[in-house]
């Protein structure tokens, strides 16, 4: 029966392990793209397609597959019409994720067992947005209600973070930490590069006019994220690329950019190295965690770029070499002031391999110092998600694995922590019965607790933030 308790769940062990070690387990969603200011705030949604829609690209691209005009995805067609158009899609996704997900969310948050389609959309439209118009479904008790008791925002270095600091006075319910993530100090030859700058000397509070000022900037606002609670960073490396280059070229290249020149490939790519190298050392430092989102192929649609921007739908993954550049980065901050704790993702699952058998050159000290990411994005299915665990097991210790996150931009896609422990305990079930792990309940279901909840709890340092007893399991 589609979705039924036991879904996914296909041996005796697996639903021993989901319904008594993983389902009703707290979760630390430590990488999102949730805004802090709207969690804040604390709205209600105006109805399902706000919630739903808005800003969903996977949605975006299944209902531009299905030959939705753009009007009713991302254009002036009302919300109605708009949520007519995703009803006529789902039909369609069966045997993709998004029909699980969709369901799921249907089914969790608002008790609605229906299936969606064009017939049945008028219904669930009226009962929905009624939930929805309620108190339970502020933005922050969408949150507590999912069991979420960590939420890691994605911050630039130069927001101010004042509404986590809101939020960890008013609401203990839950922790909203925020996460640094400096893209735009790196992409030295992206349009705004300079007018971030400004942004970046206003916030540190000093002139930004050379690169060692530029460094000694980012290094205060490292400090002041330190003091607001943030333990992790985050980079988009669409493309890696290694070359050193020496201080008195990184003045000249900074100059020759803020003057409005353009940059050769080397010179961004001697930049980037540096800078990069830089802030890992700082990373460490603080002992925070490193995340590295690695080959995303972006804005792909030309015509689609200049009219919607970026992150709407027309990105897609990259195939460039990664072993070599990757491996000098890291060697290279080993070799100095040592590396920090790292989470490697890529959005080629090619890269796997790659990523694993580097990470167990570094590994030491810390139980899982370096992580093979959950599948991301387009990995982000079971089939994604099992490879992923699956090489993971082969080539390092998936009991110390921190588990999933949501990297959404929705209030509602906490169901895809649900459907990660399933297909965990999926797979773990399957060993078991096949021989290939004991049929040890302790031993199995301790593993699943961990990488659902326990290992990120502890890698993080999450409870030196004084997160609250009640918070933990």
Sequence with gaps: MFLNDDFLLTTDTARKLFHQHAKDMPIIDYHCHLDPKEIYDNQNFRNLTEAWLAGDHYKWRLMRANGIPESHITGDASDYDKFLAWARTVPKTVGNPLYSWTHLELRRFFGITELLNEESAPRIWEQVNAKLATDDFRRRNIIKNSGVKVVCTTDDPADSLEYHQLLKKEDTSFRVFPAFRPDKALNIDAPGFTDWLERLAQAAGQQVTTYAELLDALKQRID?????????????????????GSAEELERIFAKRVAGETLSL??????????????????HSKNWTMQLHIHAFRNN????????????????????????????????????????????????????????????????????????????????????????????????????????????????????????????????????????????????????????????????????????EALRS
Excluded at 224 to 244: G, P, W
Excluded at 268 to 274: D, N, S, W
């Design 266 to 283: 080397e010179e961004i790519t001697v930049y980037r190295t540096e800078l990069l190298s830089a802030l890992i050392g700082l990373y």
């Design 301 to 468: 649609n030309t015509p689609m770029f200049k009219r919607l921007g970026p992150d709407t739908g027309y990105d897609a993954l990259n195939d460039l070499p990664l072993a070599g550049p990757l491996s000098r980065l890291l060697d290279r901050a080993e070799c100095g002031q040592g590396l920090p704790k790292t989470i490697l993702y890529s959005l080629n699952p090619n890269d796997y391999p790659v990523l694993l058998t580097l990470m167990g050159c570094y590994q030491k000290d810390t139980a899982g110092k370096f992580q093979l990411g959950s599948g991301w994005w387009y990995n982000d299915t079971r089939s994604g998600m099992r490879h992923q665990l699956t090489l993971l097991a082969d080539n390092s210790l998936l009991a110390n694995f921190v588990g999933m996150l949501t990297d959404s931009r929705s209030f509602l896609s906490y169901t895809r922590h649900e459907y990660f422990r399933r297909v965990l305990c999926e797979l773990i079930g399957e060993w078991a019965e096949r021989g290939e792990a004991p049929d040890d309940e302790a031993l199995l279901g301790q593993i699943v607790e961990d990488i659902a909840y326990g290992n990120a709890e502890r890698y993080f340092g999450f409870k030196e933030l004084g997160i609250p």
């Design 224 to 244: 002041f994220f330190h003091e607001k609670d943030c333990r992790l960073s985050d980079h988009a490396i669409d493309v890696l690329r290694y070359q050193e």
